[in-house]
């Protein structure tokens, strides 16, 4: 089963920085776009940042300047990493990562999501 795996989030005071993977499981699953979304307690799941598989980035106006997203393609990660932080940054962030997967001579596209991690800015 393909999975995609988040980590690097935790608790960090206002001003600081985090960077959050998301790495991809298994060998047969290649990413090649991804998205970083974000739910705080009470809201609807927005799109933070995003990478097309062409290198292309899109920012929420909240974030711009301030977070970046890049993905390795040679280790099937993303990262977003996360600077001046502000406690309204407070959420789950979720990776969405588009990709193709290869089993045995056949080419299936899926779009799979991470569990999620907790990145909490404390003010």
């Known amino acids: 089963q393909v999975q995609v795996v988040e980590s690097g989030g935790g608790l960090v005071q206002a001003g600081g920085s985090l960077r959050l993977s998301c790495a991809a499981s298994g060998s047969t699953f290649s990413i090649n776009a991804i998205g970083w979304y974000r739910q705080a307690p009470g809201k609807q799941r927005e799109l933070v940042a995003s990478?097309?598989?062409?290198?292309?980035?899109n920012y929420a106006d909240s974030v711009k300047g301030r977070f970046t997203i890049s993905r390795e393609s040679a280790k099937n990660t993303g990262y977003l990493q996360m600077n001046s932080l502000k406690h309204e940054d407070t959420a789950v962030y979720y990776c969405n990562a588009v990709g193709v997967e290869v089993v045995g001579g056949t080419v299936g596209y899926l779009e799979v999501w991470g569990q999620g991690t907790l990145v909490t800015v404390s003010s």
């Open positions: 990478i097309s598989s062409g290198g292309s980035t």
